[in-house]
């Protein structure tokens, strides 16, 4: 059975929503174990069996993740990479700094061979199906090399994860043409353009709402600036049709409306979604929201299982051979 190591300190709401969710992953047949401060985990756990691996130390959100990694040796999120390292979980799932999740899993699993820099993978809703945004936040600034790696490792997840042959590359920029964007995007844009990859050309953020590419490459920092935006401009979108339905259908409709639109909501809703996938290093680990709830928490254990069920790291080996 596989068993997801789950960071029972890292988030807003750690360490109580955080078991919460993996009580309920694994109450639908996820194995998962507990790092983190027993004293304050175990009053959560009540009657469920669930491992506790006692790493009593806190990496906080404002903290400085290299200094926290050297310094706190005993923080919940480096015994999850531990873990995994010494094949005790087959991933890891964290809620907590991204920061520190990155330099933990960078210093103590190592990188892929070839791999310049890891990347954090999000799988975002689209008309049909879903597309993968990289980078959403590892690398605030990278070579055309490092946008090029990209564009073969979220090909490569979009293959494995999502079942789709052959998916459409693009890279994120300001315009269709290959004349435009910084030097950056124009060094890359060469490079995808003459890879083996089906790369589609330069694409922009409202391409978001259509099929036009499988993967979207960026940089980190743009990367993470239209995850936030696309999160907040759907939760606006929800609270103005919540708000029109109230204010303008007779009230018998509501229910069947609201009822028959919860799908929409759902596929909207980041609690939904599951996590984002650190790619680059070597064993399975995704990213949860540091605002995730124990339902996000749960979605997001559930998700990294699937990951594993994959077999993405083997497969990850392949593709990444060709760096």
Do not use: W
């Not at 995994?84 to 809620?95: C, E, G, I, T």
């Not at 079942?163 to 994120?172: A, R, S, T």
């Not at 060094?187 to 790369?199: G, I, Q, V």
């Not at 928490?297 to 790291?313: F, H, R």
């Amino acid at each position: 059975m596989n068993t997801i190591a789950v960071d029972a300190m890292g988030g807003d709401s750690a360490p109580i929503d955080i078991v919460k969710g993996a009580i309920k992953a694994k109450d639908q047949g996820v194995d998962v174990v507990l790092c983190g401060d027993k004293n304050l985990i175990n009053p959560y756990l009540e009657n469920h069996e669930i491992p506790v691996f006692d790493f009593p130390q806190v990496i906080s959100m404002d903290e400085d993740p290299l200094k926290a990694i050297r310094n706190k040796k005993n923080a919940s999120i480096v015994g999850c990479m531990q873990l995994l390292k010494d094949k005790k979980v087959q991933a890891v799932f964290s809620a907590g700094s991204t920061g520190a999740t990155l330099i933990s899993a960078i210093s103590i699993l190592g990188k892929h061979k070839g791999v310049i820099r890891p990347v954090i993978a999000s799988v975002l809703p689209s008309l049909s199906g879903n597309t993968i945004l990289l980078d959403s936040g590892a690398s605030l600034d990278v070579k055309p090399k490092v946008l090029f790696q990209y564009g073969i490792m979220g090909a490569k997840l979009a293959e494995v994860i999502m079942d789709i042959d052959n998916p459409k590359v693009g890279l994120l920029n300001n315009g269709e043409e290959e004349t435009k964007g910084r030097d950056v995007e124009k060094a890359a844009y060469k490079l995808l353009k003459n890879s083996n990859l089906n790369f589609v050309g330069n694409i922009e953020g409202r391409d978001f709402s259509t099929k036009k590419a499988d993967v979207f490459v960026t940089d980190g920092f743009t990367g993470n600036v239209v995850l936030k935006t696309l999160e907040g401009t759907a939760k606006l979108q929800q609270n103005l049709i919540s708000s029109a339905l109230l204010d303008n259908l007779f009230k018998p409709l509501l229910i069947p409306v609201k009822k028959a639109l919860q799908p929409v909501k759902d596929q909207l809703n980041p609690d939904k979604s599951g996590a984002s996938y650190l790619l680059g290093v070597n064993g399975v680990v995704t990213i949860g929201h540091g605002s995730s709830n124990s339902e996000a928490v749960k979605n997001g254990i559930i998700y990294t299982e699937t990951a594993v069920k994959k077999d993405l790291i083997s497969k990850f080996s392949s593709a990444l051979s060709e760096l």
